[in-house]
């Protein structure tokens, strides 16, 4: 059966079929029709309805945390090297203007800005992840004076909690398995 997203190819259909009997309508008048059995004042009206996004249609995609930064040295020293760290993108709308970047390490991304408005500095990120041991380890043979983060057993799981230079907390967690 027939639903409403179908309607272009029933006004189609019933334009062919009032042809074979040897009435003529226009498409415009044909999709009027149409509109009008499915309880819609107009086609334009119905059309709205066919466009709009369905609730399947809708797929949410990981979020992208935007974290304040105040000294382009101290962020790269950051989450480059002692976090490891890669520079996807950057950009400047010109010379002497606040920097903003995009860094990742396997599938985590985060956007670091020099913007004001961007974010407050401060903010936590929570970061679900496996191999928890392997970046503590990691993370204690750099040699980072002003971090050295330590393993914390949670009651959900491992936690690993870092700080950048600018008050914002990275917070990796590995999950009990259950």
Known sequence: M??????????????ATLASKGMSISHSEALEIVARQFGF?????MASKIAGPADTDIELQPAI?????????KAR???????????????????DMP???????????L???????DAAPGGTALVFMTGIKALH????????????PGLEKQAWG???????????????VERNES
Do not use: C
Request: without cysteine; glycine residues 8%.
């Open 2 to 15: 027939r639903d409403f997203s179908d309607a272009k190819a029933m006004a189609k259909t019933m334009r």
């Open 41 to 45: 004042d107009t086609w334009n009206i």
């Open 111 to 117: 956007h670091l800005s020099e913007h004001s408005g």
């Open 99 to 109: 920097l903003y970047m995009q860094v990742s390490r396997g599938g985590l991304r």
């Open 137 to 148: 380890a990691e993370l204690q043979g750099r040699d980072y004076k002003y971090n050295r």
């Open 77 to 95: 020293e950051f989450y480059l090297d002692f976090l490891g760290f890669a520079v996807d993108w950057e950009h400047r709308f010109g010379p």
């Open 158 to 172: 491992l936690q690993l909690g870092v700080i950048d230079p600018f008050s914002n907390r990275l917070r990796f």
């Open 65 to 73: 945390p935007i974290l304040r930064i105040f000294d382009e040295v």
